[in-house]
């Protein structure tokens, strides 16, 4: 008991003296994992065989750079592997996502706020349904209008074809108004506010969805 006793005594020190130096705060100090644990938060376990996962390591100071520079590539977060102060995240998308290159992104001039926006985009064109699922909040998808999103990406893409054509992503820009967890995204088409009143945007579990159909 007594040797213990002195295990965590030592071990509470060592945290607090690693916050005094500017290191990781001691509520995010990292535990050693139980006995036998097998980390279940790796591309080899979460990757399907038509998805594109990749690895994205980050720490305590930066929380959001895996969703800063994947989501709006039309990633969606899978996972997180265990750590307060260091981990990883698996972020995955469907092998035939459309998705804008590099100079495209330029023109595109999108904040993180507009990524679901991005991925339904996306998801229309590659006629994908899950990538199109993932677009939306808890909320909507809760909805019993939402109980058919296959229908829904249909219903979409008729909506969509009549409304902007043959339209191409660079054809979009957008612009944020809101918070740092919600608010609203405007949608401009080639110049052209099609969204008025904005769409209802909310960060949730990691990346911002769609609130609103």
Same mark, same amino acid.
């Given at each position: 008991m $007594?040797?213990?006793?002195l295990l965590?005594s030592a071990?509470?020190f ?7 130096? +500017?290191?990781v705060?001691? #509520? ?5 994992p *139980?006995? +036998? %644990?097998?980390?279940? &938060?790796?591309i080899a376990?979460? $990757?399907?065989?038509?998805? $594109? ?5 980050t %720490?305590w100071?930066?929380p959001?750079?895996c969703?800063?520079?994947? #989501?709006?590539?039309? *990633?969606?977060r899978?996972c997180r592997?265990? +750590?307060?102060s260091?981990?990883s !995240?698996?972020w &995955?998308?469907?092998?035939n ?6 100079t ?5 001039t999108?904040?993180?706020q507009a990524?679901?926006? =991005?991925?339904?985009l ?6 994908n349904v899950?990538?199109?699922t993932?677009?939306?909040s808890k909320? =909507?998808l ?6 058919n999103?296959?229908?829904n990406? #249909?219903e ?5 074809k009549?409304r902007?054509?043959?339209y191409?992503? !660079?054809?979009f820009t957008?612009? %944020?108004k809101?918070g740092?967890? !919600?608010?609203?995204l %405007?949608? =401009?088409f080639?110049?052209k506010?099609v969204f008025?009143?904005?769409?209802s945007? =909310?960060?949730e579990d990691?990346s911002?969805k769609?609130n609103?159909?």
């Amino acid at each position: 008991m $007594q040797r213990r006793f002195l295990l965590l005594s030592a071990l509470t020190f060592a945290c607090m003296f690693a916050s005094l130096l +500017g290191g990781v705060p001691t #509520a995010q100090a990292d535990v050693a994992p *139980f006995p +036998g %644990y097998v980390e279940r &938060c790796t591309i080899a376990r979460q $990757q399907g065989p038509n998805e $594109q996962c990749s690895l994205c390591r980050t %720490y305590w100071r930066q929380p959001n750079r895996c969703s800063a520079t994947f #989501a709006s590539q039309g *990633f969606t977060r899978r996972c997180r592997t265990r +750590g307060g102060s260091v981990w990883s !995240e698996v972020w &995955c998308r469907a092998k035939n996502t459309v998705h804008p290159h590099p100079t495209v992104s330029k023109k595109l001039t999108s904040p993180p706020q507009a990524s679901p926006f =991005i991925v339904v985009l996306t998801a229309l064109l590659t006629s994908n349904v899950r990538l199109f699922t993932k677009s939306f909040s808890k909320k =909507i998808l809760s909805h019993p209008s939402s109980k058919n999103m296959k229908s829904n990406l #249909a219903e979409g893409q008729k909506k969509f074809k009549k409304r902007f054509g043959n339209y191409r992503l !660079e054809d979009f820009t957008f612009s %944020y108004k809101g918070g740092p967890k !919600e608010g609203r995204l %405007y949608v =401009i088409f080639k110049g052209k506010n099609v969204f008025p009143r904005g769409m209802s945007v =909310i960060f949730e579990d990691g990346s911002w969805k769609l609130n609103e159909h």
